[in-house]
């Protein structure tokens, strides 16, 4: 098992290629279920969420190909093979497996998904969707168990707007008879990424990006050819390091568009940012003043960004305070922000940051995939080395982490962890 390594206070500078949409492409995979012919998907991150789901196909004897970046899936002789356990339980995305392949088999046996632990983070709306389109759901052991003689379109709407309900209802959906109307839908880009490459394999979807879908069923989906939207956390995360450790950064492949909350609070800190077609350049700040943030579904703030701009808020000046109203229990980083000497309190859903301080090198882990990335941007502003272990939660998230900022002049490298490590954190 290996541990990051990270020599904190040098500048960054260049420019840093942002890869395909973790959160598009664990939708996607699994779309390519509802198809009779090879999907394939093109600029895809090369990431553990990725290979397991590339995994899973094989598994239900999907065929897979995957060679830099673009994916080609055979899905005709698939079967719905139940999976129950194993590798579905690693991911939080192992979810879509249930609407796609009630979507074409009409059953599916899943696991309860894993993925980062934010807080209680239950599939009701899912089920609840699942449900209104005519399919039986029971739980298990542990394992959804979905079946349905028919699936019929409905209206359904949904009473917290969720990202993964919304896009399982769709996959679950543009087979079924008839037309399904999702009100109250998350309006994400992911969401509409998946949309137009369901409507590339002949789906009829129209509103996706906005509260109200409606999906007309189609008796058979064919194959094609669709590219993945960049990374929006992704960039974000790499705007926030550039803002917190940059002596001009510019970010390469992005839609500037779909980070518009985070520019302005980056700029109301005094960061200087530029936004051209596909690219954004963050420019040096001398001296940064603090900011307040409350993440909310999309446009809003994103939460998934919470955490790493909590890593920069520790460098401005003043009280800022960043409220989760997404996930209640989204704040396990702060325990090692303060052993990096960061000031900071927890309040309820809250985070009080009070800056700026000089951050410290110390050990530190990584509790969830954000969790990593903000630990990381701390890394590298802090004085002297910083150990990040719970590499395997950034590595779910981040493609060639420690290329890209090698890349622009940062010494971050990885290192095998020593057998009393290794004891040490199984015993912690
Ligand atoms: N919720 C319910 N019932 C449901 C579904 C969701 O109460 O049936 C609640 C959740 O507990 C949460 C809120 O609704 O409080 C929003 O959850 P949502 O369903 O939108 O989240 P998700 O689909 O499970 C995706 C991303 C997350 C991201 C959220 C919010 C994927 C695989 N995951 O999760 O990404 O934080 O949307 O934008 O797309 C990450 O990338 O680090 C990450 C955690």
């Known amino acids: ?79 719905s093979m139940p999976l129950p356990n194993g590798k579905v339980k690693k991911l939080r995305a192992s979810y879509y497996l249930m609407g796609a392949m009630l979507g074409r088999f009409k059953k599916a046996v899943i696991g309860l998904p894993g993925g980062c632990h934010l807080g209680p983070r239950p599939i009701d709306q899912h089920i609840k969707g699942f449900e209104a389109l005519g399919a039986r759901v029971t739980n298990e052991q542990g394992a959804i168990y979905l079946r349905a003689d028919e699936l019929r379109g409905a209206r359904i709407y949904l009473d917290v707007v969720s990202v993964g309900a919304t896009i399982n209802i769709m996959l679950a959906a543009v087979r079924a008879k008839g ?10 880009p992911e969401i509409i990424d998946v949309a137009t490459l369901l409507t590339n394999m002949g789906a009829k979807i129209k509103g996706a990006g906005t509260d109200v879908i409606r999906i007309d069923g189609v008796d058979n989906l064919h194959g094609c050819q669709h590219t993945i939207i960049p990374d929006r956390i992704e960039a974000g995360t790499y705007m926030i390091v550039g803002a917190a450790a940059g002596e001009g950064v510019l970010i390469d492949n992005v839609i500037p568009h779909h980070l518009e909350s985070l520019i302005a609070k980056l700029r109301e800190m005094g960061v200087q940012i530029e936004t051209k077609d596909d690219q954004v ?55 090692e922000l303060r052993r990096m000497n960061a000031n900071i309190k927890v309040e309820g859903r809250s985070a ?77």
């Open 1 to 79: 098992m290996e541990k990051l390594m990270i020599a904190g206070g040098y500048p960054l500078k260049g420019t840093v290629r942002i890869s395909g949409a973790k959160n598009s492409a664990v939708a996607l995979i699994p779309a390519t279920i509802l198809a009779e012919s090879p999907v394939t998907i093109e600029g895809l991150p090369d990431i553990s969420d990725v290979q397991i789901l590339k995994d899973l196909l094989e598994e239900i004897g999907g065929t897979v190909e995957f060679t830099d970046n673009d994916m080609t899936v055979d899905p005709s002789s698939m079967i």
């Open 281 to 335: 350049f963050v420019g040096p700040a001398e001296k940064m003043k603090t900011v307040d943030i409350k993440t909310l579904v999309y446009p809003g703030f994103p939460t998934d960004l919470q955490q790493p701009l909590t890593s920069l808020l520790t460098r401005a000046e003043g009280t800022g305070m960043v409220t989760d109203t997404i996930y209640s229990a989204r704040f396990k980083h702060i325990d």
């Open 352 to 428: 009080i940051i009070n800056g700026p301080v000089q951050l410290q090198g110390a050990k530190v882990k990584a509790s969830d995939l954000r969790a990593g990335a903000a630990l990381v941007i701390a890394g590298l502003m802090a004085e002297g080395v910083t150990e990040v272990t719970g590499l395997e939660h950034i590595d779910r998230g981040y493609s060639h982490l420690v290329e890209k900022l090698n890349g622009l002049g940062a010494t971050i490298w990885r290192e095998e962890m020593s057998k009393e490590e290794l004891e040490q954190m199984k015993n912690a």
């Open 179 to 188: 037309r399904t109307i999702i009100e109250n839908a998350a309006k994400e």
